[in-house]
């Protein structure tokens, strides 16, 4: 109690930077300099040493030596935090645990059983989780398609139009804006539904007005998911539309120029001319579109929790895993979302060595 | 060279900002029993803190999901108990808790005290064999000042593990009392009483706009659901009694018997007619997207009679709003089946949990369990205990004060919260889950058989 206005003046002056605050933030700060201090020698004795060593060889093993020295932490560390849990996962996918608590302590011992495809079978055949799977492809099908689409169309649009930078700003915006922020812009400004009163969502206040019936956008079976596609394509479309604008004008102007000599209306040169020039970017825009989309975790998550009918494997995985304990089956989830983007990985990644090649 | 070092710096320094923000919300804990405490003789008012003894400045952090202003009721009863011990207790309150009290002891970071407020989650916890068994101190407590049930509660196996803090009782319906006697309508004191109450209201109508006689909101973000939870477990153990509510809890009675059908039939009733719900807000298919914070508010404007929540809620209703036996809003507990039936009540709790035996730890966990604890919460409002020694004369109005007799009354059917204690999987999922499924439409059997599917199997 004696000490009380000692300390009182004493927090006002340090502003709550008090004994309390480094007692416990301070520690962890100091700790954080340490680490990052602890990295950058590491990684200068590792340049360093690497140099010294590839030295006592000669020039024929050098190159082979620096190489391996310098990329073997690399893939240790991606071993460790990537390639082991995956395995993991994959493991416990086939697997049943049961927890079995002990009578006294009621301490637990988890009991694992290997069971081959049942969470699999599970996945593809309980009707709510297979709804899960086919929203999942919905997503990946209608988000990239529209989002390119839409973008290309703009692009093309307003290229070498008056105010270009002004009107790409403008659909470009929304790519800064983070999915949560973007679900709960749309969510309770664009798709808020009242039943009683008058509406406050801009859609169905519109759609009212018209004289129509307004709209609970959030639980319509099963448009509702389109209705989430809506808010990815609005934050996805800006991004197809600056790459796109990009190679549009890779595009020699010859090309277009001698094909209006020869008659071909605007349609035609941009089916004939415009896309074929592009196709590459094409592709490479609406495959990285795609693994955005299967990764979509956020809009879910924010608007529906997967009610409804909203649910995709993104969100159910970790609503399995966390929060509902059902880890096996949540691995099992994880695992088939990898095999749905690995294809289009791989192919993503030799369409963009094509694309660069081709520059 | 340059840019690549200022940049992590940079981050870190970032980081450092974000840090000081977080920790000034939390460590706000009491200074003033940091320097001298070791020389300090007994201050005037701690002689019921004697028995804790001087705890020399250790530190202990009690970790919660209790945030804002009963957070901070919580620092500043331990403000006291620092005065008095010099221990220096940090209370820090997490609206994640749930989520990141497993996370931190996978981690290894466990906290040394845990208030969890699901036996559900302390059986995951007991489970990972982090938390410690509860000291004979804190066992002497709790045998003392609670009724066996609450301790059932705090042990798992046959270990007792954690000891009760604070309760909450559920079950209440809130109506408005000016409207009640207005329409010559009588406080309902059978379940059959209140289903003819509610179609009494039906018939007659209300002031309001768009008025039903009930109205109920179950929107809680990734919780949804969970107020309709707290309506079936009502009709489960006031309809089917105590013995079939805690062997559906225990998960031996399925969702899809008969016997809890009958009570998911009586929500129906309610929740499914046109006719009854959802007052001032629509019909059925509003129940989901009401937030329960606003769901019991259409009782203001006179578009909905009745709301069924725990006494929480009081602190829902806006400033201004007079509640009182006879004023704009008041509640009721749900009423038993038959007239003569012992009164049931649902409610829920927390228990604190320790996952190390220091003495600084055991000591705080012993003044949690103790009756100076219950009292010195109690008295700064909000919360009621079911601690017997409790003063009535700290329980801060009318409501809490029969919460809290109902509590301590010997002939109580007391239950906790059936969704708090089966396994997260239902309790936390499913059984929330279903319930947004039944109000949305989908057939009964469905829902039933979908809730049980995700009970873990036993082997």
């Known amino acids: 109690m004696g000490s009380m206005p000692v300390m009182a003046v004493g927090s006002v002056r340090m502003g709550g930077l008090n004994a309390d605050f480094w007692a416990t933030n301070g520690k962890n700060l100091l700790l954080a300099l340490v680490a990052i201090g602890a990295f950058i020698a590491v990684v200068a004795l590792l340049l360093w040493g690497t140099e010294l060593f590839s030295r006592l060889f000669s020039d024929k093993w050098r190159g082979g030596i620096q190489l391996f020295t310098l990329v073997s932490p690399v893939l240790i560390l991606l071993a460790i935090g990537l390639i082991w849990p995956a395995v993991q996962t ?74 270009e930078r002004t009107l790409k700003s403008l659909v470009f915006l929304p790519v800064a804006v983070s999915l949560v922020g973007a679900s709960i812009v749309w969510g309770f400004i664009m798709y808020d539904f009242n039943q009683t ?53 890779g595009v020699p102007i010859e090309l277009n120029e001698a094909s209006a000599l020869d008659g071909a209306n605007a349609w035609q040169r941009f089916w004939q001319i415009t896309v074929p020039s592009i196709r590459g970017t094409l592709v490479v825009v609406l495959t990285t579109i795609t693994i955005a989309t299967l990764k979509v975790f956020d809009v879910v998550r924010t608007l529906t929790q997967g009610r409804n009918g909203t649910n995709v494997i993104a969100y159910d995985m970790y609503d399995q895993f966390f929060v509902k304990d059902n880890r096996p089956l949540g691995a099992a989830l994880a695992v088939v979302m990898f095999i749905f983007v690995v294809p289009i990985v791989v192919y993503n990644v030799r369409s963009m060595r094509k694309v660069r090649e081709n520059h | 060279m340059k840019r690549r070092i200022t940049l992590p710096f940079a981050a870190v320094a970032v980081s450092g900002l974000l840090l000081a923000g977080c920790s000034s919300n939390n460590s706000t804990t009491n200074t003033s029993s940091a320097s001298n405490s070791s020389t300090a003789a007994m201050a005037p008012g701690c002689e019921a803190y004697a028995p804790y003894g001087q705890l020399n400045g250790a530190a202990v952090e009690v970790y919660s999901s209790i945030t804002g202003v009963e957070a901070d009721a919580m620092t500043t009863v331990f403000d006291k108990f620092n005065e008095c011990t010099g221990a220096k207790v940090k209370f820090n309150g997490n609206k994640e808790f749930e989520a990141q009290l497993p996370v931190r002891v996978e981690g290894g970071t466990a906290p040394d005290l ?26 002497a407590n709790v045998d003392k000042f609670w009724t066996a049930d609450w301790k059932t509660y705090g042990t798992v196996g046959t270990t007792f593990y954690a000891a009760p803090m604070l309760a909450n009782v559920k079950g209440f319906i809130w109506y408005s009392p000016k409207e009640f006697a207005a329409q010559g309508y009588t406080v309902p004191k059978t379940l059959d009483e209140l289903w003819a109450l509610t179609a009494t209201m039906a018939a007659k109508g209300g002031t309001g706009a768009d008025y039903k006689p009930w109205c109920i909101g179950f929107g809680s973000d990734a919780a949804t659901g969970w107020p309709g939870t707290d309506w079936v477990e009502d009709l489960v153990l006031r309809v089917n009694g105590p013995a079939t509510y805690d062997s559906w809890v225990a998960g031996k009675t399925k969702f899809n018997s008969p016997d809890i059908k009958k009570a998911f039939e009586a929500f129906g009733n309610i929740a499914l007619n046109p006719a009854y719900v959802n007052g001032g807000l629509g019909d059925s298919a509003s129940i989901i997207s009401t937030t329960f914070q606003e769901g019991g508010l259409p009782i203001l404007k006179g578009s909905c009679s009745l709301h069924h929540q725990a006494s929480f809620y009081q602190a829902q209703w806006p400033a201004g709003t007079d509640v009182s036996p006879t004023g704009d809003v008041w509640a009721f507990m749900m009423p038993p089946n038959k007239a003569g039936d012992p009164p049931a009540v649902t409610g829920g709790g927390e228990f604190v949990a320790a996952f190390n035996d220091k003495p600084a730890t055991a000591a705080v966990q012993t003044f949690m369990s103790s009756d100076t604890f219950a009292n010195a919460r109690v008295k700064l409002g909000g919360v009621i205990s079911a601690n017997k020694g409790l003063d009535l004369a700290n329980v801060d109005n009318q409501l809490m004060k029969d919460a809290v007799a109902i509590l301590q009354g010997d002939t109580t059917v007391f239950r906790f919260d059936g969704s708090d204690a089966m396994p997260a999987a239902v309790g936390a999922g499913s059984f929330w889950t279903g319930m947004n499924d039944y109000v949305s439409g989908k057939p009964l059997d469905t829902v039933l058989t979908d809730i049980d599917n995700a009970w873990p199997s036993a082997g």
Not at chain 1, 130 to 145: A, C, E, H, K, Q
Not at chain 1, 216 to 244: C, E, H, R
């Open chain 1, 90 to 163: 994959f493991f416990l996918s086939f697997t049943n645990v049961v927890r079995i608590p002990d009578p006294a302590t009621g301490i637990n011992v988890d009991q694992s059983t290997f069971v081959w495809f049942k969470n699999y079978i599970f996945a593809f055949s309980d009707p709510t989780e297979l709804r899960t799977v086919i929203n999942t492809l919905v997503w990946m099908f209608v988000t990239p398609i529209l989002s390119t689409l839409v973008g290309l169309a703009y692009a093309v649009f307003i290229d070498r139009a008056k105010g």
């Open chain 1, 197 to 249: 009163g008058s509406q406050t969502g801009i859609i169905n206040a519109l759609i009212a007005l018209a004289g129509g019936h307004p709209i609970n956008f959030l639980t319509a079976d099963p448009w509702n998911t389109i209705f989430l596609i809506m808010i990815l394509v609005w934050t996805q479309t800006g991004f197809a539309m600056v790459v796109l604008s990009a190679a549009i004008k």
């Open chain 2, 114 to 139: 845990a208030v969890i407020p699901q036996p559900g989650l302390l059986q995951k916890m007991v489970g990972t064999g982090a938390v410690v068994k509860a000291p004979a101190s804190v066992e």
